[in-house]
Every structure is written in C-alpha cells, then in structure tokens.
C-alpha cells in the first residue's frame, strides 16, 4: 500500500512542478494580484475537491482501512484569522505551503530544505504549546 501512495506523492509532485506552483515567482505575482496562474490553480482544486467529496459522500466509499469517511467539519475558534495570517506570510515569503515544499525539494530546490524546517519546527511548536492558546 505505502508504494501506491508513494506513486501518488511523486505524481502529486510532477503535477504541481509541471504547472508552476512551486515556483516563488508565481507566488510572488499572486500576493501581487498581477496574474491569475494561481488563482485559476486554487480555483480548479476547490471545485475539484468539493466534486470529489459530493461523489465520496454518496457512493458512501470506505478508506483504504475499510473505515467509514468523516466529513464533519472544525468549530470555528478566533485562532483561525492570526493562523490564517502567519501562514499566509508564511507562504509569500517562501514561495510554499506544505505540498509544495517536498516537489521543491525534489525539483532541486534546496533552500526549500530550510521552509521544511521552519514547517516542522512551527508545527511542533503548536503541539507544544496548544492547551495553553484560548479556545
């Protein structure tokens, strides 16, 4: 099984290289508003994955553990907007949010390897630190 997620992770990979998300100009003209390449992106995955979810939810699939799919949503908690915020600088400054960083890094793009970093430590940090943050 973990082959086939494996083949998925490197086709995952070549798709977001061969249509420029990984790159940090791309990104830098999307913050920008002075082209819509990714917003046209963004735009075809949402409309993509909210299509996928309505098939999921109606054939009434099963994981690849043949556990029932949970579609229920968070609460909505104040954490939400400085979160949003943090990882939208986040992202301008280093051209990736989390799928991206590992094509970068397979595309050869090694200081990615410092934005892996940065992701693992943030998220470590919240682990750490989050039954101290107000719900």
Known sequence: MNFIFLIFGILFGIVLTKSE?????????????????????IGAAVVVGAVSVQLLKRTGVHS????PLNFKGK??????I????????GWAITGACPGPIFAQIG?????????????????????????????
Do not use: C
Request: hydrophobic share 50%.
């Open 107 to 135: 595309a050869g793009e090694w200081p990615a390897v410092v934005t892996l970093a940065g992701a693992v430590l943030g998220a470590w940090l919240y682990h750490a630190g989050k039954t101290r943050l107000p719900h």
């Open 82 to 89: 400085p979160g949003g915020i943090i990882f939208g600088i």
């Open 21 to 41: 998300v990984i790159s940090w100009f791309r990104i830098h003209d999307m913050f920008l508003f002075n082209e819509a390449h990714m917003y046209l992106i």
């Open 75 to 80: 609460d909505y908690h104040k954490g939400f």
């Open 64 to 67: 690849v553990n043949g556990q």
